[in-house]
Nanobody
Framework: QVQLVESGGGLVQPGGSLRLSCATS????????MGWYRQAPGKQRELVAS???????NYADSVKGRFTISKDNAKNTVYLQMSSLKPEDTAVYYC?????????WGQGTQVTVSS
């Protein structure tokens, strides 16, 4: 059974950077597009970045130019490099397929941007 485990979150000052990792127990992202999602308090979960099997990336307007999604097939890991972080980026970040398969939601990793 495929599992996704997010890590790398933390507390960072505005303007800072973090790199999130999503480790998979299988090679699911070799067969389908993957995405990073986030959910802020009181808001719905939103897709912020995605990467296809072929490596094509797409970003929400709110993070374009600041976040970079990538993957390492050999390590079965998907990354989200976040730079120029803003307080409004504060949220729990999750990875999942772009189809957002219900059984794949993990615990997420908390990102807090605050001075």
């Amino acid at each position: 059974q495929v599992q996704l485990v997010e890590s790398g979150g933390g507390l960072v000052q505005p303007g800072g950077s973090l790199r999130l990792s999503c480790a998979t127990s299988g090679n699911i992202f070799r067969i389908t597009a993957m995405g990073w999602y986030r959910q802020a308090p009181g808001k719905q979960r939103e897709l912020v970045a995605s990467i296809t099997r072929g490596g094509t990336t797409n970003y929400a307007d709110s993070v374009k130019g600041r976040f970079t999604i990538s993957k390492d097939n050999a390590k079965n890991t998907v990354y989200l490099q976040m730079s120029s972080l803003k307080p409004e980026d504060t949220a729990v970040y999750y990875c999942n397929t772009v189809a957002s398969i219900a059984s794949l939601w993990g615990q997420g990793t908390q990102v807090t941007v605050s001075s």
